[in-house]
């Protein structure tokens, strides 16, 4: 009688990998089409059915898109916004983050209600009149546009709240009494016991900030100044579009993400299962 639950435990077992690995089987999909249509020719992406083997390959679609287009200027304007966003994002949102959990000041809760109430709100629906300030401000067509509108956000704020409330405050006591100021506490103290969290909201930020269409579109109007996200659009023409190059350059825009979430994944799994344990 001993050995059937075991049976039936292994047998769940089974049935639970298998349903996960159909699961991500399903999900890595369209990445395995999108790298496979990146070696065809143009004609061949999208023919029924599906070319699982391209035939020819075609190597020369990673050479001819850094020719075609002007992918080095796109690259480097991604990655200056994103590193730029993700800097300030986890400088703000960690500092902000300290003042809700380790201080005792009047409104303190109600404020942070409001501010994480934002995250409710969509963009789209003061992205008119905020286009509008950053205009009269004379931001309109600069990257210092897209760099000012998120160097704030009320989820890294959160993020970094639930975490800091793990970490005991009798630290942060102790510090005072030894006369350290707070901007010591949060830089020398609690900065250096929270790399989990941040590395869960540096990545977060990285990849939303790389991935971001609708900001790019919406201020950056020189070709000089497109992200890859933008540029990539420029392949499809009013009669025509290079299916091929575009899932060329999809492929390329992904790498960067894919290597800096394998680089940071066990900080980003940590920081995400320990915020909000109380300490």
């Known amino acids: 009688m001993a050995a059937r639950p075991s049976a039936l435990r292994r047998s769940?077992?089974?049935?639970?990998y298998t349903v996960m690995i159909l699961a991500a089987a399903g999900i890595m999909l369209p990445f395995a089409w999108m790298v496979i249509s990146s070696l065809k020719q143009n004609?061949?992406?999208?023919?029924?059915?599906?070319e699982w083997i391209p035939d020819p390959v075609q190597w020369r679609n990673y050479l001819d898109i850094w020719v075609k287009a002007d992918m080095v200027t796109w690259v480097r304007n991604t990655l200056v916004l994103s590193v730029a966003v993700t800097l300030l994002q986890v400088l703000t949102g960690?500092?902000?983050?300290?003042?809700?959990?380790?201080?005792?000041?009047?409104?303190?809760?109600?404020?942070?209600?409001?501010?994480?109430?934002?995250?409710?709100?969509?963009?789209?629906?003061?992205?008119?009149?905020?286009?509008?300030?950053?205009?009269?401000?004379?931001?309109?067509?600069?990257?210092?546009?897209?760099?000012?509108?998120?160097?704030f956000g009320a989820f890294g704020v959160f993020l970094m709240k639930q975490y800091y409330e793990s970490i005991p405050d009798s630290l942060s006591e102790a510090a005072r009494i030894d006369g350290l100021s707070e901007y010591g506490i949060w830089w020398r103290i609690i900065m250096p016991l929270s790399v989990p969290a941040l590395a869960s909201l540096t990545i977060i930020t990285f990849v939303s900030t790389w991935n971001d269409y609708l900001g790019p579109l919406i201020y950056l109007r020189d070709r000089e100044l497109w992200t890859i996200q933008i540029g990539l659009q420029s392949f499809i023409g009013e009669y025509n579009a290079e299916?091929?190059?575009?899932?060329?350059?999809?492929?390329?825009?992904?790498?960067?993400?894919?290597?800096?979430?394998?680089?940071?994944?066990?900080?980003?799994?940590?920081?995400?299962?320990?915020?909000?344990?109380?300490g």
Do not use: C, E
Request: aromatic share 14%; glycine share 8%; no cysteine.
């Open 12 to 16: 769940g077992r089974v049935l639970l």
């Open 43 to 50: 004609n061949q992406v999208f023919t029924a059915p599906v």
């Open 94 to 151: 960690s500092f902000a983050a300290y003042g809700f959990a380790k201080m005792r000041f009047p409104g303190r809760d109600a404020l942070f209600l409001v501010y994480i109430g934002t995250i409710a709100v969509p963009w789209q629906s003061y992205m008119i009149p905020q286009f509008q300030m950053l205009s009269s401000w004379g931001l309109n067509n600069t990257l210092w546009a897209i760099m000012l509108l998120q160097a």
């Open 243 to 278: 299916h091929a190059l575009i899932m060329t350059g999809s492929v390329l825009s992904v790498l960067p993400i894919a290597l800096i979430f394998l680089l940071g994944q066990r900080y980003f799994v940590q920081g995400i299962a320990t915020t909000g344990v109380k």
